[in-house]
């Protein structure tokens, strides 16, 4: 691209990691706003013994975005497969480690950006971290990002979400949404890594003021627990409400299938591939191959369930620049 463009990803997990990787190799000025609500994991038994924010999507969002050493890079998503640290990553105890040391999370992530020699910005949605609730559709209220995601008998479906306590967002976050050139959805988790997000006050308000391109990529399956059988439409119109009044201008979705076998592995688990119905709405679609030929393996020592089939990290940052490119055109006209 001729300039840079000032590109705003909001959510955390793999997802926000595959858009990321891939737009760090194009001229984009790269901000990642993330979600400070999980609970799970080695994650959650950080946060509960030294009550520091969430270290685990923040880790991953720094390694996507660093320049520095591959040893460093590979140190930091290493994953303790026994004894003590067993299912730590070295990457979320020296998050750990630099909040207590730079005497707050903020400043830790900042000096590990500069460690990492990160190129853009990692910034945490909130300065503390908050509990995310669902209440489904029988009333039925859900403590805990962990427990929403990972249901372990049958549910109704959500009906909403919501933080307790309520926790206000991070100036620098208001300030990279107000200063982008476009604001970038997902892909993920849409209950337990982008809605919290838009739940922390002031980031919804902060949407709504920013007068540029707003792209929701599409989750290329549904969830067990979370998005049973949501179409393509039915992703969009949750997003736009906790976006309310402003909406999507633009979505990005997979158009191409995956293997049979993968196909397979997923339906024994109760997800599928999101049907695509977005014909029925007003948003602008562009459809394209995005998913990665490459299976996530899983890790050992890791005990949280996580997607294996996920989107390509170079055909996500094309589709996406495409869209911006399209955009600028049309203003200039």
Same mark, same amino acid.
């Given at each position: 691209?001729?300039?840079?463009?000032?590109?705003?990803?909001?959510?955390?997990?793999?997802?926000?990691?595959?858009?990321?990787?891939?737009?760090?190799?194009?001229?984009?000025?790269?901000?990642?706003?993330?979600?400070?609500?999980?609970?799970?994991?080695?994650?959650?038994?950080?946060?509960?013994?030294?009550?520091?924010?969430?270290?685990?999507?923040?880790?991953?969002?720094?390694?996507?975005?660093?320049?520095?050493?591959?040893?460093?890079?590979?140190?930091?998503?290493?994953?303790?497969?026994?004894?003590?640290?067993?299912?730590?990553?070295?990457?979320?105890?020296?998050?750990?480690?630099?909040?207590?040391?730079?005497? !707050?999370?903020? @400043?830790? &992530?900042?000096?590990?950006q500069r460690i990492l020699r990160v190129r853009?910005? #990692? $910034?945490?949605? =909130?300065?503390?971290?908050?509990?995310?609730?669902?209440?489904?559709?029988?009333?039925?209220?859900?403590?805990?990002?962990?427990?929403?995601?990972?249901p372990t008998s049958p549910r109704t479906p959500?009906?909403?979400?919501?933080?307790?306590?309520?926790?206000?967002?991070?100036?620098?976050?208001?300030?990279?949404?107000?200063?982008?050139?476009?604001?970038?959805?997902?892909?993920?988790?849409?209950?337990?890594?982008?809605?919290?997000?838009?739940?922390?006050?002031?980031?919804?308000?902060?949407?709504?003021?920013?007068?540029?391109?707003?792209?929701?990529?599409?989750?290329?399956?549904?969830?067990?627990?979370?998005?049973?059988?949501?179409?393509? !439409?039915?992703? @969009?119109? &949750?997003?736009?409400?906790?976006?309310?009044?402003?909406?999507?201008?633009? #979505? $990005?979705?997979? =158009?191409?299938?995956?293997?049979?076998?993968?196909?397979?592995?997923?339906?024994?688990?109760?997800?599928?591939?999101?049907?695509?119905?977005?014909?029925?709405?007003?948003?602008?679609?562009?459809?394209?191959?995005?998913?990665?030929?490459k299976i996530a393996q899983p890790i050992k020592?890791?005990?949280?369930?996580?997607?294996?089939?996920?989107?390509?990290?170079?055909?996500?940052?094309?589709?996406?620049?495409?869209?911006?490119?399209?955009?600028?055109?049309?203003?200039?006209?």
């Amino acid at each position: 691209m001729d300039e840079e463009s000032k590109i705003v990803v909001l959510g955390g997990g793999t997802g926000t990691v595959a858009v990321l990787s891939g737009l760090k190799q194009h001229n984009a000025d790269l901000t990642a706003i993330v979600t400070m609500s999980d609970n799970g994991g080695s994650t959650g038994i950080l946060r509960n013994e030294y009550g520091v924010l969430p270290p685990g999507d923040i880790k991953q969002c720094l390694v996507a975005l660093s320049d520095g050493d591959e040893l460093l890079r590979q140190m930091m998503t290493h994953r303790f497969p026994n004894g003590p640290f067993r299912g730590h990553t070295f990457g979320n105890l020296m998050l750990t480690t630099a909040e207590q040391v730079c005497g !707050s999370a903020l @400043l830790g &992530v900042q000096g590990l950006q500069r460690i990492l020699r990160v190129r853009g910005n #990692v $910034i945490p949605v =909130s300065s503390v971290a908050s509990n995310l609730f669902a209440e489904l559709d029988d009333g039925t209220v859900v403590e805990g990002e962990d427990a929403i995601s990972q249901p372990t008998s049958p549910r109704t479906p959500i009906s909403r979400c919501f933080l307790d306590p309520v926790v206000h967002a991070n100036p620098d976050a208001v300030k990279a949404i107000h200063e982008a050139d476009v604001i970038i959805f997902g892909p993920g988790d849409l209950y337990t890594s982008l809605i919290p997000v838009l739940l922390v006050d002031g980031i919804a308000k902060a949407i709504a003021e920013s007068n540029v391109l707003r792209v929701l990529i599409m989750n290329l399956t549904t969830k067990p627990g979370e998005t049973d059988g949501y179409p393509a !439409s039915r992703f @969009l119109s &949750v997003i736009q409400q906790y976006i309310a009044p402003v909406v999507i201008h633009r #979505v $990005i979705t997979n =158009s191409a299938s995956p293997s049979t076998e993968v196909l397979d592995r997923y339906l024994k688990v109760g997800s599928a591939l999101v049907y695509d119905d977005l014909e029925k709405t007003n948003v602008d679609v562009l459809r394209t191959p995005l998913v990665s030929e490459k299976i996530a393996q899983p890790i050992k020592g890791d005990v949280l369930t996580r997607s294996l089939f996920r989107h390509d990290p170079e055909r996500l940052a094309n589709a996406i620049l495409s869209v911006l490119a399209k955009h600028k055109k049309n203003i200039t006209l």
